[in-house]
């Protein structure tokens, strides 16, 4: 079992922000007296009774265009009866119109109350939607992507561009809404403030002084528009901000400053944050518990928690076209299955896509998908070795975690053929290899090796996974992976 620390860590190529572990610590001590702690949606476009859990304050949904991400924030508007200026109806989010009539749907979720959770639900079993009165009440604010249209772009604002109008009221960000702004954006602003005209008392203008000079929303970049009128919201203390496609318009710096910024209004306000993306930086500054992929397979959905930025990207990302998909825990476990396969069926590695997944709880749901044929395309699934059978998985060879395997492995035979691979001295790499071994966290022997060698840990990795081939391991090591995949590609026959 990991530990706290590891579970939020296993999988990420960096560590988490100072922000957002601070945000980690306060959710883990319970801190939050209000929460969502999840929903179910049945019976609205393709949805059929699947669970969303929101394991942490800011949880984000990813998953291709059209897989249900929308639908998601959507529902966890219309469960609670804001006590906020908005208000929120499922018949708004999902109407009855000429081309579409909606009936059967039962919308469920938990709602955490100090220490109770309570089941609600919302249903339109026939024409009318039933259970708007017996809502928790709770501020609710849902941002979605007209935020993100140009000023010019939204509706009445084309009239506001006159010189003959002037400035009639303005609201200043505050010295601290300045910072954030200036902040995560990345330039220093003097003033910004959210202006109206003598024209339209309540069409808010977003106006800043950078530089020496002032600029309105007109002349902004959109993203720094975006953000303007992002800061400018008040976000009561105890409430559910759901924002759809939040990266849209900012650049990787930008959206890791704002995700490290909701994570300490989070923190302060105990506020509870869930965001559609389908960015890897939103995902890489987050813990595996707030990530949550929803697959769009054929006519059904999948949603799996947990998963790894590199694995959300490979599945939304097109640009490459393997003819299997292959999903590994980590990445030191890829490097020793790209090497297994490049030793005993090198023509079939560069038919596949390998990529990594993160804890083992996310393989173990795609293992179900794969037993239960929800992949459009060829997939498997492949468990550390330390892993117990599972549904739909095959497990990697060795019995324990590869960098035990291979590490104790070599270890027997004096750490011999490592060194010549690297370019280092034998005794250099023993003495390394050697203290790597003392460190309890076999997650940390290969990057403590590679700090060491002063070389990179993917290169050690894969040079020590060549030597435990050629020397340690059985020669038909991995023979199901390799058979499995043989059975397709030179087949034509789908993997069970």
Aim: aromatic share 8%; with cysteine.
């Amino acid at each position: 079992m990991l530990n706290k620390n590891e579970e939020l860590n296993k999988g990420k190529v960096m560590p988490l922000s100072k922000e957002v572990r601070r945000l980690a610590g306060k959710w883990q001590r319970g801190d939050f007296p209000k929460h969502l702690e999840w929903i179910e949606i049945n019976g609205i476009r393709g949805w059929s009774g699947q669970r969303v859990d929101f394991n942490f304050p800011i949880v984000a949904i990813c998953g291709e265009n059209g897989s249900g991400k929308s639908t998601i924030i959507q529902t966890a508007a219309s469960i609670y009866e804001s006590s906020s200026e908005e208000t929120h109806f499922a018949s708004s989010f999902f109407p009855d119109t000429a081309w579409d009539s909606l009936s059967g749907v039962i919308l469920k979720a938990s709602i955490k109350e100090g220490q109770n959770s309570t089941e609600v639900s919302l249903r339109k079993p026939t024409t009318r939607w039933r259970g708007n009165e017996r809502r928790k009440s709770r501020p609710v604010k849902y941002l979605d992507l007209r935020r993100i249209q140009p000023i010019a772009a939204r509706t009445g604002y084309a009239r506001l561009a006159k010189p003959a109008l002037n400035e009639a009221g303005a609201h200043a960000f505050e010295h601290e809404a300045l910072q954030r702004f200036s902040s995560i954006i990345g330039k220093t602003y003097s003033s910004a403030r959210q202006a109206t005209t003598n024209f339209d008392p309540n069409r808010m203008v977003p106006v800043v002084s950078h530089d020496g000079e002032e600029y309105s929303g007109f002349h902004q970049g959109a993203g720094e528009a975006t953000i303007a009128d992002l800061i400018s919201i008040e976000i009561p203390r105890y409430s559910i901000v759901l924002i759809d496609e939040i990266e849209t318009s900012l650049h990787p710096r930008a959206q890791r400053r704002l995700i490290r910024d909701l994570a300490e209004i989070a923190r302060t306000k105990l506020v509870q944050f869930i965001l559609t993306t389908h960015s890897p930086y939103v995902l890489e500054e987050l813990p595996p518990s707030a990530r949550v992929y929803v697959f769009k397979e054929g006519d059904q959905k999948a949603v799996v928690p947990g998963v790894s930025p590199e694995f959300a990207l490979s599945k939304m990302d097109e640009e490459v076209h393997p003819e299997v998909d292959v999903y590994v825990e980590d990445e030191t476990a890829r490097i020793l299955l790209e090497e297994i396969l490049a030793k005993r069926a090198l023509s079939k590695l560069a038919r596949c896509s390998i990529s990594a997944f993160g804890a083992a709880s996310v393989g173990k749901a795609l293992g179900q998908m794969v037993d239960g044929n929800r992949f459009q395309r060829t997939t498997i699934v492949a468990l550390d070795g330390d892993q117990d059978p599972s549904p739909g998985c095959h497990i990697l060879p060795g019995g324990d975690a590869p960098e035990r395997v291979v590490f104790e492995d070599l270890e027997t035979i004096g750490w011999q053929g490592v060194a010549p691979l690297i370019n280092r001295s034998h005794a250099d790499f023993v003495s390394a290899a050697n203290n790597a071994l003392t460190l309890p966290d076999h997650h940390e022997w290969i990057k403590s090796l590679a700090d060491r060698m002063v070389i990179g840990k993917e290169e050690v990795w894969r040079a020590m996974s060549r030597v435990w081939l050629n020397e340690c391991a059985e020669p038909e090591v991995a023979e199901d992976i390799v058979e499995s995949l043989a059975d397709f590609l030179d087949n034509n026959v789908a993997i069970v």
